[in-house]
């Protein structure tokens, strides 16, 4: 485990993933573990709120790049920009230069040596929409699907919580890297920096906001000149009989419904990275990944860049948002989603992650996610919706993907959600 300091720039190395887990408190400015590192933020040196805007993020990845090198011509550290991205383009991001910033390789079996913590009690529970508005709302979609130029929308459904004692952030991390090695979990403190980031500096009726998942998604990563993007796009729910689950990964393999969602979302990626990269490989069929509830198809894109200038963020709003989680024409989906989701999306469905100063980085799609306040929760999922796609199914799905973190709080019964 390495540690950055700032103004220090001396990399210092500790024990493992785990110990920076042991470390993370809910005023922890940022927690990030990914299949190749874990890292845990600290304090606040600055603060950027850009939006992504209109011009797919050019503004919002100059400011980045301009505060970044600003830091590290004055000699403070490894300087890095982390937090996250709403799924509004309109609503500004949430990201900050820290303080300080420990490094780590993965977390995944590091976490299982973290002792199991004590069970939460539900209070309250409310489901926006409520199920059968949200299968009415599938059958919309598709009808606007078979009048218009409209190729998918991903439609989304809400769990508000309110449990009996507060979350226990770093439980939850320990249960979600636990259920997925593979993906990406992350807990970005979306507070007031202003209000002050460390328990003594906090009021004493303040609370930190949090958003915390574990993301199967990788949107973009950048290392060099080196670019990958692997995105998600049609599932099926697990069984717990091996036979059955074998056979539900294979007829999702054979599937034309999610073969058409998969390729739209593949292909909208392909050609919003190809204008930055000298190459690009795009895999001609799905491959099958699985959490521990869902089968996906997933396609691995990998591609070389035309020059260093590009950076992580700056291609990662290129693509966003994805017809993974909005759907295609972009702007279409985007007005459909406004008149069939009876909500906010937030930061569901934006983006998770850092860029250093190289332009390196990785981002997340943030979904399996809740925004945590105290003993309040909310709890996201979505479904990408397609000609075919039936209510009740896509319904199913989204309990399914709800279970994510349902299962991670750690609840003493499960809830009825569907």
């Given at each position: ?8 720039a ?31 933020a ?49 609503s ?12 780590a ?27 059968r ?74 609370r ?14 950048r290392?060099g ?5 692997n ?18 990964a ?21 050609a ?24 996906h198809?997933s ?26 989680v909005?759907?295609?024409?972009t702007?279409r ?16 469905t934006?983006?998770?992650?850092w860029?250093?100063?190289a ?23 979505g ?36």
């Open positions: 485990m390495n540690s950055f300091s700032m103004p220090a001396v990399a210092h190395p500790l024990s493992n993933a785990g110990q920076i887990l042991k470390q993370y408190t809910p005023e922890s400015a940022f927690f990030f573990a990914s299949p190749t590192r874990t890292l845990l600290q304090g606040v040196h600055d603060m950027i709120l850009e939006t992504i805007g209109t011009d797919r993020g050019e503004r919002l990845s100059d400011r980045i790049t301009r505060v970044l090198a600003a830091q590290g011509r004055a000699g403070h550290g490894v300087p890095m920009a982390v937090g996250a991205v709403p799924f509004n383009s309109t500004p991001a949430h990201l900050i230069v820290p303080k300080t910033i420990q490094s390789g993965p977390l995944s079996s590091a976490a299982d040596a973290l002792r199991p913590q004590p069970q939460a009690s539900l209070q309250t529970l409310r489901k926006v929409p409520e199920p508005d949200y299968v009415r709302g599938v059958e919309l979609a598709v009808g606007l699907m078979r009048n218009e130029a409209l190729s998918k929308v991903v439609l989304s459904r809400m769990l508000e919580m309110t449990l009996r004692e507060a979350v226990d952030l770093r439980a939850v991390l320990q249960r979600l890297s636990q259920q997925n090695r593979s993906g990406y979990t992350f807990a970005a403190n979306l507070s007031d920096p202003m209000a002050g980031l460390s328990g003594s500096e906090r009021g004493p009726s303040s930190p906001r949090t958003l915390i998942g574990a993301s199967p998604e990788l949107l973009l990563s290392s000149l080196r670019v990958v993007a995105p998600l796009a049609g599932s099926a729910i697990r069984s717990p009989d091996p036979d059955e689950d074998r056979r539900r294979i007829a999702l393999l054979a599937s034309e419904k999610d073969r058409h969602e998969h390729a739209i979302v593949v292909d909208a990626v392909a919003a990275l190809r204008p930055f990269c000298r190459h690009l490989s795009v895999p001609e069929e799905p491959s099958l990944t699985q959490t521990a509830n869902l089968w198809l396609s691995r894109l990998t591609g070389e860049l035309r020059d260093l200038s590009i950076s992580s963020m700056r291609l990662a709003a290129a693509l966003h948002p994805t017809p993974a909005c759907g295609y024409p702007e989906a985007r007005a459909a989603i406004e008149a069939l989701e009876p909500f906010d999306r937030g930061f569901f934006g983006l998770v992650g860029c250093d100063a332009g390196d980085g990785e981002w997340a799609v943030v979904i399996r996610c809740a925004d945590v306040a105290g003993r309040a929760l909310r709890l996201y999922a479904a990408g919706i397609v000609v075919g796609s039936e209510g009740q199914r896509e319904l199913d799905e989204t309990s399914a993907k709800l279970r994510t973190m349902l299962n991670a709080l750690g609840l003493d019964q499960a809830p009825e959600i569907g």
